[in-house]
């Protein structure tokens, strides 16, 4: 059986990943594509954990720790989840992957080549694409949410995004305009994920 195809969608906090990553499984599903959706944090124990005493704390633990533990999650992740669906030939979106953790904890100064390492471990996505969103869109969408993580305040979001276009410019991330009506965004994916579909 043919191995199938791991996809991530990237991008800020409230960037419209989830939107956008769930609406690109139910279309490739209406075009006969066995795909599914998955996202970190895991649902596995570790980005539970991650999500309730990571993500809601007023101020962030060690970056490394932080770093260790996101990691450890998607290590968890692909063993449990990825690889079994790839396995099966089946298309996995994954709504954050990777370099979600190279955006994150490297805007907060950890050393980018250590995050590699403690990522290696982890299949290289098929595709990886960008939302890109301004600052501050997402801050005011960031406004309406009651609770806030530790990662969300503008001095973060800046800096997460120079990572972001840093990955783009090196040609690791596909770039999105995610700043246009949901639908348009959705038709653009689904373009670059059908043209990677006829050449893998």
């Known amino acids: 059986m043919k191995r199938g195809l791991l996809i991530c969608i990237e991008g800020l906090d409230k960037s419209g990943k989830t939107t956008q990553s769930r609406l690109l499984v139910e279309?490739?599903?209406?075009?006969?594509?066995?795909?599914?959706?998955?996202?970190?944090?895991?649902?596995?124990?570790?980005?539970?954990?991650?999500?309730?005493?990571?993500?809601?704390?007023?101020?962030?633990?060690?970056?490394?720790?932080?770093?260790?533990?996101?990691?450890?999650?998607?290590?968890?992740?692909?063993e449990r989840e990825i690889k079994p669906l790839l396995n099966d030939g089946k298309i996995v979106v994954s709504d954050r992957y990777v370099y979600s953790s190279l955006a994150y904890q490297g805007a907060a100064g950890l050393d980018v080549e250590w995050i590699k390492e403690i990522n290696k471990m982890v299949p290289r996505p098929d595709l990886a694409i960008y939302l890109e969103v301004p600052i501050e869109?997402?801050?005011?969408?960031?406004?309406?949410?009651?609770?806030?993580?530790?990662?969300?305040?503008?001095?973060?979001?800046?800096?997460?995004?120079?990572?972001?276009?840093?990955?783009?410019?090196?040609?690791?991330?596909?770039?999105?305009?995610?700043n246009r009506p949901i639908m348009e965004v959705s038709q653009d994916i689904q373009k670059i994920v059908i043209e990677k579909l006829k050449n893998p």
Do not use: C, W
């Open 27 to 78: 279309s490739l599903r209406n075009k006969g594509f066995d795909a599914v959706y998955t996202t970190e944090p895991s649902n596995g124990e570790i980005g539970r954990f991650i999500r309730r005493y990571i993500l809601q704390r007023r101020e962030r633990v060690s970056i490394s720790v932080e770093a260790l533990l996101f990691a450890a999650d998607r290590i968890d992740h692909v």
């Open 137 to 178: 869109v997402i801050m005011e969408r960031l406004k309406k949410k009651r609770v806030r993580s530790v990662m969300e305040s503008l001095e973060v979001q800046e800096k997460v995004r120079d990572v972001y276009m840093n990955l783009v410019k090196e040609g690791k991330l596909i770039m999105v305009d995610g």
